[in-house]
């Protein structure tokens, strides 16, 4: 069965940095897909940033320039370094992961993930 576990969340001034990993369980990291997604209660879920199975990239306009996804292939796991931080990034973030490779289109969508942590939150102050 596929695991996968959050961590790194907490709360930061505005400007600062957090560093959060996901750790999957069950399905390689390698050659499969897998993203960062948040949510704010009430309001629908959006991509973040995410790496296709065939290794294409792809970040949220709102985060390009300030946010690092990178894959672990020996460690099977997936980070985001996250800085220059607002407090309009507050929210639960989520890891998931899906199956082999997906289309560029896809890959901040979070309709076409099959697997999805528990969520870690990240709260950010003025």
């Known amino acids: 069965q596929v695991h996968l576990q959050e961590s790194g969340g907490g709360t930061v001034q505005a400007g600062g940095s957090l560093k959060l990993s996901c750790t999957m369980s069950g399905l390689a990291a390698k050659d499969n897909s897998m993203g960062w997604f948040r949510q704010v209660s009430g309001e629908k879920r959006e991509g973040v940033a995410g790496i296709s199975g065939n290794g294409l990239l792809r970040y949220a306009e709102f985060v390009k320039g300030r946010f690092t996804v990178s894959k672990d292939d020996a460690k099977n796991t997936l980070d985001l370094q996250m800085n220059s931080l607002s407090p309009e990034d507050t929210g639960t973030y989520f890891c998931?992961?899906?199956?082999?490779?997906?289309?560029?289109?896809?890959?901040?969508?979070?309709?076409?993930?099959?697997?999805w942590g528990q969520g870690t939150q990240v709260n950010v102050s003025s």
């Open positions: 998931a992961a899906q199956k082999d490779h997906m289309f560029g289109g896809w890959i901040l969508r979070w309709e076409f993930y099959a697997y």
